[in-house]
């Protein structure tokens, strides 16, 4: 069974996130049905949705960019208790479009 936890951390996110829970679902589970990971535990990944500073600071501290990135992944490979941990990964929410409603539909799906 695969498990997805979310940390919203944008008020953009909080108010799109009914909508792209089931765009990440189906990007986390596609990808694991592609690599075919043979795992006889549970899996988790955990999903950070974000703001520009926020992912800023992650990405200066982790990776020494001083700037903002659309995603940062944090691969972690461990079980513990029965449960295969698989890392996280963090999003930006952008709005970059004239029209909001556009730009979290095209922005969004284009990063997930």
């Not at 009914?18 to 765009?23: L, V």
Request: aromatic share 8%.
């Amino acid at each position: 069974m695969t498990k997805i936890t979310y940390n919203i951390g944008d008020k953009g996110w909080k108010k799109h996130f009914p909508h792209f829970k089931k765009y990440i679902g189906q990007a986390v589970n596609e990808t694991l049905k592609q690599m075919d990971i043979k795992i006889d535990e549970d899996i988790v990944v955990s999903i950070f949705l974000t703001s520009n500073n926020e992912i800023k600071k992650l990405n200066n501290q982790y990776r020494n960019k001083n700037k903002p990135t659309n995603v940062l992944s944090f691969p972690m490979q461990s079980t513990s208790d029965g449960i295969h941990l698989l890392g996280d990964i963090c999003l930006l929410y952008t709005s970059d479009a004239a029209d909001e409603e556009d730009s979290v539909d095209l922005g969004g799906r284009r990063i997930i």
